[in-house]
């Protein structure tokens, strides 16, 4: 194997660590959450240190190619990319430690569905996926996860509607309430960076990009 795809591995390589631990932590926030559980919630805070560690990492690591290999066409793609799906990933993680920390703020529970669970398992699926489009190099998955987003984004809007009654019906419930705001509003971020690492797939597999496509309409036009 060639010394620069042997690098390129690494760098991809690098990415999956990285979402992996960031999977982790959408897994602990979850049981975090349902479990009102501090010692979960301080464990997704520690994994926090080593995601920023494998970004400033995999950053220098794109830096480097860039500079010294002077890469084309679709290995120039899978770089550029990844210097945007990588600081995405980090976000997730920082979205992960806004949602712990207010883990043990939202006890007795004021929603009587499993909708805010169900809005954190959506949500770990679209991230999920984008990391296997990644994986997979498929565009058809990368798509579906872009998709996906409307569903997080209705499911985002009926939870918040519902807090919103609760605090106009019952002010004991504000505080609580206004927890949960906070962090179905970072769950809906989770999914925007899932969305925007699948159109970073889109781009390394097709060489066009994702976002704004009305623009591209227009210009047809």
Same mark, same amino acid.
């Given at each position: 194997? @060639?010394?620069?795809?042997?690098? /390129?591995?690494?760098?991809?390589?690098?990415? *999956?660590?990285?979402?992996?631990?960031?999977?982790?932590?959408?897994? *602990?926030?979850?049981?975090?959450?349902?479990?009102?559980?501090?010692?979960?919630?301080?464990?997704?805070?520690? #994994?926090? @240190?080593? /995601?920023?560690?494998?970004?400033?990492?995999?950053?220098?690591?794109?830096?480097?190619?860039?500079?010294?290999?002077?890469?084309?066409?679709?290995?120039?793609?899978?770089?550029?990319?990844? /210097?945007? %799906?990588?600081?995405?990933? &980090?976000?997730?993680?920082?979205?992960?430690?806004?949602?712990?920390?207010?883990?043990?703020?939202?006890?007795?529970? %004021?929603?009587?569905?499993?909708? *805010? &669970?169900?809005?954190?398992?959506?949500? @770990?699926?679209?991230?999920?996926?984008?990391?296997?489009?990644?994986?997979?190099?498929?565009?058809?998955?990368? @798509?579906?996860?872009?998709?996906?987003?409307?569903?997080?984004?209705?499911?985002?809007?009926?939870?918040?509607?519902? #807090?919103?009654? #609760?605090?106009?019906?019952?002010?004991?419930? %504000? &505080?609580?309430?206004?927890?949960?705001?906070?962090?179905?509003?970072?769950?809906?971020?989770?999914?925007?960076?899932?969305?925007?690492?699948?159109?970073?797939? #889109?781009?390394? *597999?097709?060489?066009?990009?994702?976002?704004?496509?009305?623009?591209?309409?227009?210009?047809? &036009?």
């Amino acid at each position: 194997m @060639r010394q620069f795809d042997q690098e /390129l591995k690494d760098l991809r390589d690098g990415i *999956l660590a990285m979402a992996g631990l960031a999977e982790q932590m959408i897994d *602990l926030t979850i049981q975090a959450m349902m479990e009102r559980s501090r010692t979960k919630a301080d464990e997704v805070m520690a #994994l926090d @240190r080593n /995601l920023d560690e494998w970004e400033l990492k995999l950053d220098r690591m794109c830096v480097d190619l860039l500079a010294l290999r002077a890469p084309a066409a679709g290995d120039l793609r899978l770089i550029a990319s990844s /210097l945007k %799906i990588v600081p995405e990933i &980090e976000r997730i993680g920082d979205h992960c430690c806004n949602i712990a920390r207010r883990a043990t703020y939202v006890h007795p529970p %004021i929603l009587s569905t499993g909708s *805010l &669970e169900r809005l954190g398992q959506e949500t @770990r699926g679209m991230v999920r996926m984008a990391v296997d489009a990644f994986i997979g190099s498929d565009a058809g998955l990368a @798509r579906t996860v872009i998709k996906a987003d409307d569903s997080v984004d209705a499911l985002y809007g009926h939870i918040y509607r519902e #807090l919103l009654r #609760l605090m106009m019906a019952d002010p004991l419930t %504000i &505080e609580r309430a206004s927890h949960l705001i906070l962090v179905i509003k970072n769950w809906e971020r989770i999914a925007d960076q899932a969305t925007n690492i699948a159109e970073e797939v #889109l781009f390394i *597999l097709e060489g066009r990009s994702a976002k704004h496509t009305y623009l591209h309409e227009d210009s047809v &036009e």
